[in-house]
């Protein structure tokens, strides 16, 4: 009985902490009797007691590193601060373990290097505008060089870019300097569309000012013609029905003086008699003497 508690004892010290279960998105690199053995993905596993053990646990997961900033040195002689953000994963855990020193420094250092060679070849202006050309680059310099570390560099985020103070106060003098330019142009071009549209405004008012003159006059001597045609038309009306009804030549000339003496209208001092009309007189007293005799009869 003794013997089998001791067994029982043993095989809680020994066995029972030999047993893992490696978790999801890690892996254990095994080594045996000091030499790389295995990598252990997640699910249980059993090492042999005193011969194998974990030489480390790798996080597959993509991990994302914030280094501080780093001074660089532009091509036109400007000194920087440029803080990056690298996103890397592992692919490869016996390289990560075995391939270099502190994997992390060892990016930090590169990320580091790769922003200055690429900085040093961009003017300051180039810098503040390129941040796409400076990821993409460096993106592609680090996944190549970090490949025999059994890391892949997914992005690479340049996070903040702090020029000097003095280029910073330049800069923002520029750019105030460039506002009010603008500004100035925007006013400029609203004044010089207003005065157009001020003036068309005029141009076509005075249009319409004409217009309406025009249409005004046309219909004051429409109406003045029209008023015209009538009266030749009634007067023509009236020469129509007298010679309908047959009237001798003294009505006609009696109509004629009638005529005469409406267009005088108490206004002339004189009227100009036609020789035509010199007998009226002498007809008027024919008239009356035919009256007469009818009075008589």
């Known amino acids: 009985m003794e013997f089998l508690f001791y067994l029982l004892i043993l095989i809680i010290v020994i066995v029972i902490p030999n047993i893992k279960i490696v978790p999801q998105a890690k892996a254990y690199v095994i080594e045996r009797i000091g030499s790389y053995y295995t990598t252990w993905q997640n699910g249980l596993h059993v090492k042999i007691p005193f011969i194998d053990r974990i030489a480390s646990t790798v996080s597959l997961k993509e991990i994302v590193k914030d280094f501080a900033p780093q001074p660089v040195i532009t091509k036109d002689n400007v000194t920087m601060q440029i ?3 690298v996103y890397f994963q592992i692919t490869d855990s016996k390289l990560y373990t075995y391939g270099v020193e502190n994997p992390i420094n060892a990016i930090e250092n590169l990320t580091a290097t790769t922003l200055r060679n690429i900085i040093g070849e961009l003017e300051l202006d180039q810098t503040l505008t390129s941040r796409d050309i400076i990821n993409s680059k460096m993106r592609a310099i680090l996944d190549e060089a970090t490949d025999p570390w059994g890391i892949k560099v997914n992005r690479v985020e340049v996070k903040n870019i702090i020029p000097p103070r003095d280029i910073q106060e330049a800069m923002e003098k520029q750019m105030r300097a460039e506002r009010e330019r603008r500004e100035k142009i925007l006013q400029a071009e609203g004044e010089k569309k207003s005065s157009i549209l001020i003036a068309e405004g005029e141009k076509e ?14 219909k004051i001597a429409e109406g ?3 008023a015209l045609m009538k009266l030749k038309e009634a007067e023509a009306n009236g020469i129509k029905v007298l010679k309908e009804a047959k009237a001798d030549k003294a009505v006609l000339t009696l109509k004629s003086f009638e005529t005469l003496s ?3 209208d108490g206004k002339a001092t004189k009227i100009v008699v036609p020789s035509e009309l010199q007998n009226i007189a002498t007809i008027g007293s024919t008239i009356e003497a035919m009256f007469k005799d009818k009075e008589e009869k």
């Open 83 to 85: 803080d990056t953000v």
């Open 205 to 218: 008012s005075a249009i319409l000012r004409a217009e309406a003159k025009k249409e005004s006059q046309i």
């Open 224 to 226: 003045e013609a029209e």
């Open 262 to 264: 409406k267009v005088a």
